[in-house]
């Protein structure tokens, strides 16, 4: 039974280039969230999409971030032109129902910007 | 004020010794309460989740939550080495949307 998968775990990008992070909720699941952790910071709330919607987006940076959960596949969190500013561990967690403040968080991925 | 504080911490107690982590918060809309451990580079693991006032024992781990102080504490008995990570409280509303407010979290180091 796999828990909730992220991949790459590690992520090294140069200012300016763009990064891509996947998630892969836990079976069964069909809600998930994205989570920023900042150095020194606590995780920080970016977005909720369950499948092909966002439902609440009130945590993104208004520029460069999109996020999106298709109807196959994971969900994919984009950042464009990244900025050093941008390096963090990034989470992604997943529930079951709508509601489901039981939260299950995958390992993250850290994201260096150089 | 922030809507979630938490001791910024370190704490460094040694085995065996009785653990109390607390977290404050503002916002009365909160109904769900949660406490995570984090393993240093690793994800957030769910320890006790709990809904509204009252405790939750399960095995050396007790939560507690008092919604008229807006409080909530996560008690270890007989600590061991293996606990020292950072503990993460977090709450939510109820409702469709449950995004999680996180305290800052705090590192716990149990000395054998």
């Known amino acids: 039974n796999a828990g909730v998968m992220q991949n790459p775990r590690h992520l090294v990008r140069r200012r300016g280039q763009e990064a891509r992070l996947r998630c892969s909720p836990m079976k069964g699941h069909s809600h998930v969230y994205w989570y920023r952790q900042l150095p020194e910071e606590g995780l920080k709330f970016m977005v909720y999409?369950?499948?092909?919607?966002?439902?609440?987006e009130s945590g993104m940076p208004k520029e460069r971030f999109s996020a999106e959960f298709p109807k196959e596949g994971p969900s994919i969190l984009r950042i464009q032109q990244v900025v050093r500013g941008d390096s963090a561990a990034y989470f992604c967690?997943?529930?079951?129902?709508?509601?489901?403040?039981?939260?299950?968080f995958g390992p993250g991925t850290r994201l260096t910007v150089l | 004020q922030k809507e979630v504080e938490q001791d910024p911490g370190p704490l460094s107690v040694p085995e065996g010794a009785i653990v109390s982590l607390n977290c404050t918060y503002s916002n009365s809309a909160f109904q769900y309460f949660m406490w995570y451990r984090q393993y240093s580079r690793k994800g957030p693991e769910l320890l006790m989740y709990?809904?509204?006032?009252g405790n939750k024992e399960d095995g050396r781990f007790t939560a507690q939550v008092d919604k008229s102080s807006k409080y909530i504490s996560l008690f270890i008995r007989d600590s061991q080495p293996s606990d020292s990570a950072t503990y993460l409280c977090?709450?939510?509303?109820?409702?469709?949307?449950?995004?999680?407010?996180f305290g800052k979290g705090i590192t716990l180091s149990v000395r054998p």
């Open positions: 709990t809904y509204s006032s």
């Open positions: 967690a997943s529930s079951p129902r709508t509601g489901g403040n039981e939260q299950f």
């Open positions: 977090a709450m939510s509303p109820t409702g469709a949307n449950s995004k999680l407010t």
């Open positions: 999409l369950q499948k092909e919607n966002i439902i609440d």
